[in-house]
């Protein structure tokens, strides 16, 4: 099925689809991973309502890139969206059912409540699964699935929680996690809670660095050398420096003194998105132009050419992404702008969105 020819309608339709993983990754990954940290960063009323306002005005927003990412794969590459919505189900629906009690969970917390128990374990697993399951698709990507003739996973539900798998899905939890310290640090004011982020991103970045490591090394062994044929490429490098800038950016400048404007902050958020960036980048290039790889028969892998919808279908799409992902990034820098303050204690507010970071 991969012997066809890419052309470079297929191989547009594959970075966007690649740029809009990215950028769900980003934004969401903040959500996510604030959820995954709320019963340890937040104490009382008071800081669980700071972190809900944290994410308010942005996180339904942020999982609009997630929705876009689905139809654009089940226009542009029908036989991948079928493939990963049968042979993932069960993980699949777990995550839908995740997501589902998040966003109850976050609707039905106020802040004058202190029977808040069952609502912030909602919140937590609600993020938790989706952060984990992620990870467990991605590692399924990278090491490859047992595929039919026909394009359908025939493996049972052991291959898709091999050891590898489960790794990249803790690399995937911790990433998630780091990111959403960052986000807690970087969104509220000084005090217990934002020393407490602090403490806590310091120990997220390196246990990022720990399983990145780790995934890397066994990463070379499950993906038999496939994950490297691409990285003579300027993009394979470009995802590479970006991964390892964001590390080292990250680990280093969180050790320094301290700065009354907050700078420091802004800056550790940023290379921590960018190692996010970098770490599907490379999954991105090094995979390209596979999609859902075979393991039992490469000739079957799932490629952006044997996957992709009829040449009239994909140009109308390349034209509705060249459109619309314009008008969604003005969209997402706008409220992001808007809502520029940091959160404060008093039911979830934000600062009016005036306060510098």
């Known amino acids: 099925m991969g012997a066809a020819p890419m052309t470079g309608l297929q191989a547009a339709l594959f970075v966007i689809t690649a740029f809009l993983l990215i ?26 309502s700071a972190l809900r306002g944290a994410i308010a005005p942005v996180w339904d927003g942020n999982e609009v890139w997630l929705i876009v990412l689905g139809g654009l794969l089940f ?39 202190e029977r808040h128990g069952l609502r912030t374990a909602g919140f937590f697993l609600g993020s938790l699964v989706p952060s984990f399951f992620f990870g467990l698709f991605a590692g399924n990507l990278i090491r490859g699935v047992t595929l039919s003739p026909a394009g359908d996973r025939t493996g049972g539900l052991g291959e898709l929680f091999s050891p590898f798998a489960v790794l990249i899905g803790l690399a995937s939890l911790a990433m998630f996690a780091n ?10 004011h000084r005090g217990d809670l934002h020393a407490r982020a602090r403490r806590t991103r310091d120990v997220t970045g390196w246990l990022v660095l720990a399983l990145i ?38 680990l280093i400048v969180s050790r320094r003194p301290d700065d009354a404007l907050g700078h420091r ?40 050419s044997s996957a992709a919808a009829t040449r009239p279908a994909l140009i ?16 997402t820098t706008v409220v992001y702008r808007l809502f520029r303050g940091r959160s404060t204690t008093d039911g979830g507010a934000t600062d009016g969105g005036r306060s510098q970071y």
């Open 23 to 48: 950028a769900y990754a980003i934004l969401d990954g903040f959500d996510l991973g604030l959820g995954v940290l709320y019963p340890w960063l937040a104490r009382n009323d008071h800081e669980r």
């Open 75 to 113: 226009a542009a590459f029908p036989p991948v969206y079928a493939g990963v919505l049968s042979g993932f189900y069960l993980p699949f629906m777990l995550v839908v059912f995740a997501l589902i009690i998040r966003a109850v969970s976050l609707g039905l917390h106020n802040g004058e409540s």
């Open 179 to 188: 990111q959403g310290a960052c986000w807690a640090a970087l969104k509220t």
């Open 213 to 250: 490591a780790g995934a890397t090394v066994a990463a070379h062994w499950e993906a038999r050398g496939s994950m490297s044929r691409n990285f003579h490429h300027g993009l394979g490098w470009l995802a590479m420096f970006l991964l390892l800038v964001g590390l080292a950016f990250q």
């Open 265 to 304: 902050d802004r800056g550790i958020f940023v290379a921590s998105s960018a190692i996010i960036s970098g770490l599907v980048g490379i999954w991105a290039v090094g995979n390209y132009p596979v999609l859902v790889p075979a393991r039992n028969q490469s000739a079957l892998s799932l490629t952006a």
């Open 316 to 331: 109308a799409l390349l034209v509705m992404a060249v459109i619309g992902i314009p008008l969604m990034l003005a969209y």
